[in-house]
């Protein structure tokens, strides 16, 4: 296990919570990077002592270093900032949300880092050319979304992947699961924020809301482990206990279940390949509730087929997807817009925005700027 750890994205839900984590495994922080909540990484600053702390608002980075001029705490600002924090420390936790987190990950797989990902982005509009650099510096990608967190325990200790069937993910279904088109239609976002098992950020709570959360783990899956679409399952399952599993061609099925607690995915990628005492509450096989799986459905919920349909198109289509649902989930959640509203946006931007096949970075860049602007 690595003693030292950057954390990217240090005032969200992810990264707090790793903060929780890291504090119980007696780790030292060597940066952590926000975005502008100045106050919170403050605090966070001052009980970890981290050797930099790195804002992605440079007017955030210019207030935070004022109050932390009576620590010897390097404060740097802008992208290039985040750049530098994703190189130090032997674990880097990726807990950005959105593409803003791709540079700062292709740094810390050049150099040599482990990476407990849990920003999706990354693999969704660049997960080809992520996979590839990984191999090429010899990081390790540990996934730390609890469903390719499951897929990753289940996976341990099979020979090769000709083994495996397909991989199954679960889905909470949010929300609004059950509800029909109509009732969905007027939902706002303060609805849409009222997730039943997790506790996570606005825009990932949206997108469980619309499904294109599940959506956007498919393609995340398929890049991990390297399997085509028709290898890869979502599974609606209410209760969030069973995390994901793993069907075997000799028709075995391995799951990995936990209490919907994302410390545990979290500590396992910092200390894979051992496991220690989390912080996290234990499943009681006796009091949660039964198990219940179901097929979601594609049509009330467009956006998870929007993102399978974007797989299957290739190239860089699934950073128009990404980058499109990105921004139509900001206008959601300022109320500027309406439920329907943002799978109709991600679907126009994929119309409109041309997809170039076996794309370079920039391509892959310039895709997700077209497809922004196809939003506004």
Same mark, same amino acid.
């Given at each position: 296990?690595?003693?030292?750890?950057?954390?990217?994205?240090?005032?969200?839900?992810?990264?707090?919570? =790793?903060?929780?984590?890291?504090?119980?495994?007696?780790?030292?922080?060597?940066?952590?990077?926000?975005?502008?909540?100045?106050?919170?990484?403050?605090?966070?600053?001052?009980?970890?002592?981290?050797?930099?702390?790195?804002?992605?608002?440079?007017?955030?980075?210019?207030?935070?270093?004022?109050?932390?001029?009576?620590?010897?705490?390097?404060?740097?600002?802008?992208?290039?900032?985040?750049?530098?924090?994703?190189?130090?420390?032997?674990?880097?936790?990726?807990?950005?949300?959105?593409?803003?987190?791709?540079?700062?990950?292709?740094?810390?797989?050049?150099?040599?880092?482990?990476?407990?990902?849990?920003?999706?982005?990354?693999?969704?509009?660049?997960?080809?050319?992520?996979?590839?650099?990984?191999?090429?510096?010899?990081?390790?990608?540990?996934?730390?979304?609890?469903?390719?967190?499951?897929?990753?325990?289940?996976?341990?200790?099979?020979?090769?992947?000709?083994?495996?069937?397909?991989?199954?993910?679960?889905?909470?279904?949010?929300?609004?699961?059950?509800?029909?088109?109509?009732?969905?239609?007027?939902?706002?976002?303060?609805?849409?924020?009222?997730?039943?098992?997790?506790?996570?950020?606005?825009?990932?709570?949206?997108?469980?809301?619309?499904?294109?959360?599940?959506?956007?783990?498919?393609?995340?899956?398929?890049?991990?482990?390297?399997?085509?679409?028709?290898?890869?399952?979502?599974?609606?399952?209410?209760?969030?206990?069973?995390?994901?599993?793993?069907?075997?061609?000799?028709?075995?099925?391995?799951?990995?279940?936990?209490?919907?607690?994302?410390?545990?995915?979290?500590?396992?990628?910092?200390?894979?390949?051992?496991?220690?005492?989390?912080?996290?509450?234990?499943?009681?096989?006796?009091?949660?509730?039964?198990?219940?799986?179901?097929?979601?459905?594609?049509?009330?919920?467009?956006?998870?087929?929007?993102?399978?349909?974007?797989?299957?198109?290739?190239?860089?289509?699934?950073?128009?997807?990404?980058?499109?649902?990105?921004?139509?989930?900001?206008?959601?959640?300022?109320?500027?817009?309406?439920?329907?509203?943002?799978?109709?946006?991600?679907?126009?931007?994929?119309?409109?925005?041309?997809?170039?096949?076996?794309? =370079?970075?920039?391509?892959?860049?310039?895709?997700?700027?077209?497809?922004?602007?196809?939003?506004?």
């Amino acid at each position: 296990m690595n003693k030292t750890i950057s954390i990217l994205g240090a005032t969200g839900s992810i990264g707090r919570q =790793t903060l929780d984590v890291v504090e119980k495994l007696d780790l030292k922080v060597e940066a952590l990077t926000a975005n502008s909540d100045v106050k919170r990484i403050e605090e966070q600053a001052r009980k970890f002592r981290p050797r930099m702390v790195a804002m992605a608002n440079e007017a955030a980075a210019q207030d935070l270093a004022a109050r932390l001029a009576d620590t010897n705490i390097r404060v740097s600002g802008g992208a290039a900032a985040l750049t530098e924090a994703a190189t130090m420390g032997g674990t880097v936790v990726t807990a950005v949300v959105g593409m803003v987190g791709l540079k700062p990950t292709l740094a810390a797989i050049r150099a040599g880092k482990r990476i407990a990902l849990a920003n999706k982005e990354t693999l969704v509009c660049a997960g080809e050319l992520v996979m590839e650099t990984a191999r090429k510096y010899g990081a390790e990608i540990i996934p730390v979304d609890s469903e390719h967190s499951a897929i990753f325990q289940c996976l341990r200790g099979i020979r090769d992947m000709e083994e495996v069937r397909r991989l199954i993910l679960t889905c909470s279904g949010g929300p609004f699961y059950g509800k029909t088109w109509e009732e969905l239609a007027p939902m706002t976002s303060a609805d849409a924020l009222k997730h039943p098992n997790w506790r996570m950020g606005p825009k990932i709570t949206v997108d469980c809301a619309t499904l294109m959360n599940k959506g956007l783990e498919v393609i995340e899956a398929m890049r991990l482990y390297r399997l085509p679409l028709e290898k890869v399952h979502v599974v609606i399952h209410r209760q969030s206990i069973v995390h994901s599993l793993v069907e075997f061609r000799d028709g075995a099925v391995l799951a990995q279940l936990g209490a919907p607690d994302m410390r545990l995915p979290i500590q396992y990628a910092l200390t894979y390949p051992h496991r220690v005492e989390s912080p996290a509450d234990t499943l009681d096989l006796l009091t949660c509730p039964p198990l219940t799986f179901a097929e979601p459905d594609r049509t009330t919920f467009p956006c998870l087929r929007l993102a399978e349909e974007a797989v299957k198109t290739g190239g860089t289509a699934c950073a128009i997807l990404n980058a499109a649902n990105e921004e139509a989930v900001k206008l959601y959640l300022r109320d500027k817009i309406g439920f329907y509203d943002i799978p109709r946006l991600v679907s126009r931007a994929l119309e409109t925005v041309p997809v170039v096949q076996n794309p =370079t970075l920039q391509d892959i860049l310039d895709a997700d700027a077209a497809a922004r602007r196809q939003v506004f």
